[in-house]
């Protein structure tokens, strides 16, 4: 049988029970990584398995709710007790919030976003860092949008905030043979679209899976 291009590699996917991340985790197995998929929702993971199982791929589950610390750093002591590194990490998580005018954000829903899409995307990539690092190709990748739409503000300022910190990485790993990638997929048909453009018609959207594709195989491959 002719190997896979990722095959023996190991891949962590946070934010991985639906839209671009289920799309990623997909990909990755179908390439040959052994996933191992992230996110609060069993339902969205199982259902997940079940397609990367269905098409003769490996995945791990791991439900956790990664605003919290223990819970990420478990899950990298986890993953480098049993396997000793991780290869590629593809960060998919996101939080947003219900749309409002910038005057009125939320004290609630500002706190919401900056847990989840700021302070843990932070922990994430320092606890990460060493468990990929180990690696003889260490990939990380993320994805950006330019938000300049309305009513959007705290989704807009903690995507900014991941942006910052992600092109901080770049600078800073490029005599490193960690590659870090920032992508920017299409409009796609997704959960968190819809939040933004409820009613929007999804046949003129890019589908997920199709996104995938095309941003992780240059990258990736």
């Known amino acids: ?42 339902g969205g993971l199982e ?20 605003t919290d610390d223990d819970a990420i750093a478990h899950l990298c002591r986890s993953l480098h007790d049993r396997w000793g590194r991780a290869d590629i990490w593809v960060h998919a998580m996101i939080h947003v919030t219900a ?10 829903d500002l706190d919401k976003v900056i847990a989840a899409n700021i302070r843990a995307f932070s922990r994430l990539l320092t606890n990460i860092e060493p468990l990929i ?8 990748v993320f994805f950006d949008d330019d938000w300049d739409e309305k009513f959007a503000g705290a989704y807009a ?8 910190l992600v092109q901080c990485w770049q600078a800073e790993s490029v005599k490193a043979p960690l590659n870090v990638h ?40």
Do not use: C
């Open 1 to 42: 049988m002719t190997q896979k291009p990722l095959e023996n590699r190991i891949a962590l996917v946070t934010g991985a029970s639906r839209g671009l991340g289920a799309a990623s985790a997909e990909w990755l197995a179908a390439q040959g990584a052994h996933v191992v998929a992230v996110a609060r929702t069993i």
């Open 47 to 66: 259902e997940l398995d079940d397609r990367i199982k269905a098409a003769g791929g490996q995945a791990t589950l791991a439900k956790m709710d990664l």
């Open 99 to 108: 749309l409002t005018p910038a005057p009125h954000i939320q004290a609630k």
């Open 133 to 140: 690092l180990p690696s003889d190709a260490p990939q990380a």
């Open 157 to 164: 300022m903690s995507k900014a905030a991941q942006r910052a």
């Open 182 to 221: 920032l992508l920017r997929p299409a409009p796609m048909h997704t959960a968190t679209r819809a939040r933004f453009y409820p009613g929007e018609d999804r046949s003129k959207l890019a589908d997920p899976r199709a996104e995938a594709a095309r941003l992780l195989a240059p990258a990736l491959l």
